[in-house]
């Protein structure tokens, strides 16, 4: 049995026209080709929609398919090209070069260089700071970008002059080469390398005095980015339509915006979370207090328990950063440090001694050592 239902998959039913099949292609093909759908599981999906077409588009293969369920016969064993199935006259590949021609690029650029075709895609690197990647900030950037040319407008010829069909191709773009081989003649189309595929020539007294007949040009070019609140450092986003100029009117690329966030002195970040390293006395983390610590949102108050041991974490709700595209905010986390003095004052030293004797401890003659062990208790 074949291991997906084809005509499921197409979304048509079983007795379906060819026009039918070939309409609930084009529509799908056309939505999941991984070129245009960069989701999770598109390129899974085309290739399940493209050898369904594969198959219900050829008679023979349509009829094994309906009385046996495999587009191979009665010796198959499930559906016909599982590899991804791109090739095969009567297949998807074919039928999807015309789709994506309407597209701008894809398959059948490849077939004919005068179809549109989508300029290619630009990244840029942007250093933000620790804070402005936590609140989103507005900015402008600007960068170098290939675009039409604003004199001929991406035509490549002097104002009232035109191109004229190219001599060496006759237009089609495309020229025939033949070469002898151990089979004989051999005959391949190959780009017409004098016009490079448009079928078109322009004289080089009619060419463009700004772009050169290459119907674009290099721009400095500036765009208002909004950086989005809670983007962390290595995250990217896209910027539509803002990379390089198409061919033959295609649209323009895309601009990938990678963040770099540099560190903070104060914070850590993990996700959503904040970390922050906070000291304390021994008196405050013996007799407990009510101390100031430092937010992404401002200062705010933390009561330290009396007896609260060295490396103790509080957490503060809601005090981290906005979930990205989101509702809500992560926690901050207060690690403690209990500071042990290494100098003291007379007063401090006969209190502490004080202490110790109050405690049981005895401390006479071996006074480092005490501070050691006072040390390592606030520490375990």
Not at 31 to 54: C, L, M, Q, T
Not at 308 to 316: K, S, V
């Amino acid at each position: 049995m074949a291991q997906q239902d084809y005509y499921e998959t197409l979304g048509v039913s079983r007795d379906a026209s060819d026009k039918e099949i070939k309409r609930a292609f084009r529509k799908l093909a056309a939505k999941y080709h991984p070129d245009v759908n960069r989701s999770e599981g598109a390129e899974e999906k085309f290739k399940e929609i493209n050898e369904a077409y594969e198959t219900l588009s050829d008679p023979q293969k349509k009829a094994n398919y309906d009385q046996y369920g495999s587009a191979e016969g009665p010796q198959g064993f499930g559906g016909f090209g599982g590899q991804g199935g791109f090739g095969g006259a009567q297949g998807g590949y074919s039928d999807f070069a015309d789709i994506f021609g309407d597209l701008f690029g894809g398959g059948r650029a490849r077939r004919d260089p005068m179809a549109p075709q989508a300029g290619k895609d630009l990244q840029y690197t942007m250093t933000i700071d620790f804070m402005d990647a936590i609140f989103g900030k507005e900015t402008q950037i600007k960068y170098n970008r290939d675009t039409a040319c604003d004199v001929c407008h991406g035509d490549g010829t002097k104002p009232g002059k035109s191109a004229h069909t190219c001599a060496q191709c006759g237009g089609s773009g495309f020229v025939i080469t033949q070469q002898r081989t151990m089979m004989g003649m051999m005959q391949s189309q190959q780009i017409c390398p004098t016009c490079h595929g448009t079928g078109k020539e322009i004289n080089p007294a009619d060419r463009c005095d700004k772009c050169h007949g290459e119907g674009h040009v290099q721009e400095r070019h500036e765009v208002k980015v909004k950086i989005p609140a809670g983007v962390d450092d290595g995250q990217q986003m896209r910027l539509q339509g803002q990379g390089e100029v198409g061919k033959n009117g295609g649209p323009y690329g895309d601009l990938y915006i990678i963040f770099n966030v540099t560190p903070s002195r104060d914070f850590t970040r993990e996700g959503t979370n904040i970390y922050v390293d906070q000291p304390i006395s021994i008196a405050q983390a013996t007799l407990g207090d009510k101390i100031k610590v430092k937010t992404v949102h401002g200062e705010v108050d933390l009561n330290i328990p009396a007896g609260t041991q060295g490396e103790t974490n509080f957490r503060l709700r809601g005090k981290g950063v906005p979930v990205l595209n989101g509702n809500g905010n992560g926690d901050e986390f207060v690690k403690v440090h209990v500071e042990i003095p290494k100098k003291l004052n007379k007063r401090q030293e006969e209190a502490m001694m004080a202490f110790a004797q109050a405690s049981g401890d005895q401390v006479d003659g071996v006074k480092n050592g005490f501070w050691e062990k006072l040390k390592d208790a606030f520490e375990d």
